[in-house]
Nanobody, 126 residues
Framework: QVQLVESGGGLVQAGDSLRLSCAAS????????MGWFRQAPGKEREFVSG????????TYADSVKGRFTISRDNAKKTVYLSMHSLKPGDTAVYCC???????????????????WGQGTQVTVSS
């Protein structure tokens, strides 16, 4: 059974930074791409960022490019999302997800991932 547990969310002011973490268990973490998605109240879930199994490939939504950085530590089975210059529009529940197949580039669509964490709330006040 795969488990993904996010942490690091909170209430911050616009312009602040946060680092989210996602700890994985139950799968060969180091061979699977990981993704971060977010969902704001009343909106559909949207892709934020993804990273390949070996961290050679990263991808970002246009809305966060240049402000967010995804990284991973395969020894710790953890993926991170460093968020800077946060805006009120970044307010959402952030979830990590693990790819369905190993040794693939990170996908940008939800169906490309098969296990999801419960999410961590990020609230950015103006």
């Amino acid at each position: 059974q795969v488990q993904l547990v996010e942490s690091g969310g909170g209430l911050v002011q616009a312009g602040d930074s946060l680092r989210l973490s996602c700890a994985a268990s139950g799968r060969s973490f180091g061979t699977y791409a990981m993704g971060w998605f977010r969902q704001a109240p009343g909106k559909e879930r949207e892709f934020v960022s993804g990273i390949s199994w070996n961290a050679f490939i990263t991808t970002y939504a246009d809305s966060v490019k240049g402000r967010f950085t995804i990284s991973r530590d395969n020894a710790k089975k953890t993926v991170y999302l460093s968020m800077h210059s946060l805006k009120p529009g970044d307010t959402a529940v952030y979830c990590c997800a693990i790819s369905r197949t190993n040794y693939t580039p990170p996908g940008r669509r939800g169906p490309e991932y098969d296990y999801w964490g419960q999410g961590t709330q990020v609230t950015v006040s103006s």
